[in-house]
């Protein structure tokens, strides 16, 4: 799916002051997609009159609704009401926010009444142009049965105006939604108004409105398989992004672009290079680029992560034809790009930088253990596994949309105690993803079976892959790691324990009742001094706690809830939730100077379905500094969890490893018919360092 970068239409053009500049300024790198970047330039401006006043709340609204923080536009839109300025452009500004307040809010109905009371009240051609593209949007939302109607007489109302670059800027947006509305009627309406765009744009000396022009009608060509078309005016979109060189997330997009096309025409060999290209031109701007557009939820997933995709499947492609191992390497090497990427995307980059540089990072496998690359590409799923001495490929035919189904159905029904449906899934995936390996693993004595997953298979456990015989934990270990260059090889010096958690009700949260039990019987394995619990579990205390020690086994039971952004991710304390940031903090505490080697969470849970929500879970050790983690995919049964990681400890006392010992502490359970269901055992998972 390609990314669209929306032109939004300033409402308001200024005299050339100082504010005025600064304001339009502000309204570029919006429409670039850089919001919050947008949004600091604003909050410095200094308005001297109640009128700039008014403009610079409806900018930060407008800022903030492309955020979607929509109480804080809400407040910006109140502050602009309340000067109660008389002027039209003003007053037409403000009840188009509203109405985008009602399309956020699903009130579409609402939002195109608003749009039309609008129209009636501007003589502004700009402002029209910009309600006229906002009811354009409702209409497609509503699906109103005379939407083809309204987009043609609000085409024929745009054409009638000047030619200028921002009747370009108009048509270019229309055509972009027109386009990517998904009705085969507008598509074909898309390419007249893409045209006309382009024609008038020409006559201008604007790189940015050409380059955004050429790229965007090479697309009406590119979706209608017209490639060669595409590719010459993709090459010209190319040429003045190039030429407005403070564009390059711009240039980004149309480098992507042309890397698929060179594709599609079977010019594998250019197609990589561009690609390559592409991924050199987001380097240098991809912490702005990332600060941009992560409010939105799947725009990494959307417009970063299928470039290095793309380019790993024609890597892969040239190893099938040369059977040279150096291109498998080079794919790896990919993979750990985009995942590091990902994580930077999530957290920060300070966050990894300062990981990295402390870790003695995995570069390849001891004897016993496999690394295991399973990447879903349009389709096929291919494996890459990687052993102490060499690298294999394996690959099974699935279509992407197919595969994606059976992996988010089965996720579901692994968390159906009241079933065994679960079995097709498990099964089917062991199909997919294990069963032609299987042989060379056993073959090598693999005990230990590191994942490296890869976006939807970060929602499910590996060790509930089914052979028709046995689970996959049954015969290995099984570790999940974010990615090689992130996964610390040191062994344990020392072990210093802290056990702490809640079990009582507390802040709209259930009690859990089995967590004193599971307390108190942990303290006892492992010999630790004693336990913060309950009401002693605040934020205050264990601040002191960790200053005052040297924990390197930090074991917490409390509720766990892991979103899409650390900010919405935190532990249950006593008195107030402990936020992802809090924990590091915390955890940085410790005297212990190796930091913390392993950080055990038994009661959270991440978001279902959500992959996102899966990746911050599995970075929440990373985020806190710690080597390996243990949490939970799921919410897991209170007394289930108490007995799985009682026995985990007791294992990791008698010396195993740490993957050893989860692994007979999750067959353990499974062999217990009350806990043989996945859904009991299976969540657990063991993140990063497992020796």
């Known amino acids: 799916m390609k990314i669209v970068i929306l032109i939004l239409l300033a409402t308001f053009l200024f005299a050339n002051s100082e504010f005025n500049k600064n304001l339009n300024l502000a309204k570029t790198h919006q429409t670039l997609g850089f919001h919050n970047k947008a949004k600091e330039i604003l909050e410095t401006l200094n308005p001297q009159t109640n009128r700039e006043k008014s403009f610079l709340y409806i900018a930060l609204a407008d800022s903030y609704l492309s955020i979607k923080s929509v109480e804080k536009a809400q407040e910006y839109i109140k502050k602009a009401k309340d000067l109660n300025i008389s002027d039209e452009v003003i007053k037409v500004s403000i009840l188009n926010l509203s109405a985008k307040v009602d399309m956020i809010d699903g009130y579409f109905m609402d939002a195109k009444a608003k749009f039309k009371k609008a129209l009636t009240l501007t003589k502004n051609e700009n402002l029209k142009f910009t309600l006229l593209t906002n009811l354009l949007l409702t209409e497609i939302e509503i699906n109103d049965k005379d939407k083809l109607k309204f987009a043609k007489e609000a085409f024929s109302e745009i054409s009638k105006a000047k030619e200028s670059v921002e009747?370009?800027?108009?048509?270019?947006?229309?055509?972009?939604?027109?386009?990517?509305?998904?009705?085969?009627?507008?598509?074909?309406?898309?390419?007249?108004v893409?045209?006309?765009?382009?024609?008038?744009?020409?006559?201008?000396?604007?790189?940015?409105?050409?380059?955004?022009?050429?790229?965007?009608?090479?697309?009406?060509?590119?979706?209608?398989?017209?490639?060669?078309?595409?590719?010459?005016l993709t090459k010209s979109a190319i040429f003045y992004a190039q030429?407005?060189?403070?564009?390059?997330?711009?240039?980004?997009?149309?480098?992507?672009?042309?890397?698929?096309?060179l594709n599609e025409l079977k010019q594998k060999d250019e197609a990589i290079e561009v690609y390559k290209e592409a991924i050199k031109t987001l380097t240098p701007i991809k912490k702005e680029f990332f600060k941009g557009y992560r409010n939105f939820k799947d725009s990494f997933k959307e417009s970063v992560k299928p470039v290095y995709i793309g380019l790993v499947e024609l890597i892969i492609e040239k190893f099938e034809k040369s059977k040279?191992?150096?291109?498998?390497?080079?794919?790896?090497?990919?993979?750990?790009?985009?995942?590091?990427m990902e994580l930077e995307n999530?957290?920060?980059?300070?966050?990894?930088?300062?990981?990295?540089?402390?870790?003695?990072?995995?570069?390849?496998?001891?004897?016993?253990?496999?690394?295991?690359?399973?990447?879903?590409?349009?389709?096929?799923?291919?494996?890459?596994?990687?052993?102490?001495?060499?690298?294999?490929?394996?690959?099974?035919?699935?279509?992407?949309?197919?595969?994606?189904?059976?992996?988010?159905?089965?996720?579901?029904?692994?968390?159906?105690?009241?079933?065994?449906?679960?079995?097709?899934?498990?099964?089917?995936l062991y199909d997919i993803l294990i069963r032609d390996i299987e042989p060379i693993l056993k073959n090598k004595n693999i005990k230990t079976l590191l994942i490296a997953p890869d976006g939807v298979l970060r929602l499910i456990p590996f060790s509930t892959l089914y052979s028709g015989k046995k689970f996959l934990i049954e015969d290995y270990e099984i570790v999940t790691a974010l990615s090689m260059q992130l996964t610390d090889l040191s062994k344990f010096k020392?072990?210093?324990?802290?056990?702490?958690?809640?079990?009582?009700?507390?802040?709209?949260?259930s009690a859990l009742p089995n967590v004193l039990k599971e307390l108190n019987e942990v303290k006892e394995i492992i010999s630790a001094k004693e336990v913060i619990k309950n009401s002693n579990f605040t934020l205050a205390n264990l601040i002191d706690n960790f200053k005052a020690n040297d924990y390197s086994i930090v074991h917490i039971a409390t509720?766990?809830?892991?979103?899409?952004?650390?900010?919405?991710?935190?532990?249950?304390?006593?008195?107030?939730?402990?936020?992802?940031?809090?924990?590091?903090?915390?955890?940085?505490?410790?005297?212990?100077?190796?930091?913390?080697?392993?950080?055990?969470?038994?009661?959270?849970?991440?978001?279902?379905?959500?992959?996102?929500?899966?990746?911050?879970?599995?970075?929440?050790?990373?985020?806190?500094?710690?080597?390996?983690?243990?949490?939970?995919?799921?919410?897991?049964?209170?007394?289930?969890?108490?007995?799985?990681?009682?026995?985990?400890?007791?294992?990791?006392?008698?010396g195993d490893s740490k993957a050893k010992?989860?692994?007979?502490?999750q067959i353990k359970l499974l062999k217990q018919k009350r806990y043989a269901h996945p859904s009991y055992w299976a969540p657990f998972l063991l993140i990063g360092n497992w020796l």
């Open 559 to 654: 509720h766990g809830v892991f979103m899409g952004e650390p900010k919405d991710s935190f532990l249950l304390a006593y008195n107030k939730k402990l936020t992802m940031e809090k924990l590091q903090n915390l955890l940085n505490l410790t005297k212990y100077k190796e930091g913390i080697e392993l950080l055990t969470l038994s009661a959270c849970q991440s978001a279902l379905g959500d992959e996102r929500s899966a990746l911050g879970l599995a970075g929440v050790g990373l985020r806190a500094g710690a080597k390996s983690a243990i949490a939970t995919l799921w919410f897991v049964d209170d007394e289930a969890t108490s007995i799985g990681i009682r026995a985990f400890y007791k294992n990791l006392t008698i």
């Open 324 to 340: 040279n191992e150096k291109y498998l390497r080079e794919a790896i090497e990919i993979m750990e790009t985009l995942k590091n």
């Open 494 to 509: 020392n072990r210093n324990f802290f056990v702490g958690g809640i079990s009582e009700a507390r802040q709209d949260f």
């Open 346 to 428: 999530i957290f920060s980059d300070e966050c990894l930088l300062k990981y990295k540089s402390k870790i003695k990072s995995l570069t390849s496998p001891p004897k016993d253990t496999a690394i295991l690359y399973p990447i879903a590409l349009p389709n096929r799923v291919v494996k890459l596994i990687v052993f102490n001495d060499k690298i294999t490929l394996s690959s099974f035919d699935i279509n992407f949309i197919e595969f994606d189904n059976i992996v988010r159905e089965f996720r579901q029904k692994l968390q159906t105690r009241v079933t065994k449906r679960f079995f097709y899934g498990a099964k089917k």
């Open 243 to 261: 030429e407005a060189y403070q564009l390059p997330e711009i240039l980004y997009f149309w480098q992507w672009q042309l890397a698929r096309l």
């Open 167 to 192: 009747k370009s800027q108009v048509l270019i947006t229309f055509g972009i939604l027109l386009k990517n509305s998904g009705d085969d009627e507008f598509f074909n309406l898309s390419f007249e």
């Open 661 to 665: 010992a989860l692994q007979k502490a």
């Open 194 to 232: 893409l045209k006309d765009a382009l024609k008038i744009a020409k006559k201008f000396d604007d790189s940015k409105v050409k380059s955004l022009a050429y790229g965007y009608f090479a697309q009406v060509y590119e979706d209608n398989r017209q490639f060669s078309q595409a590719l010459k």
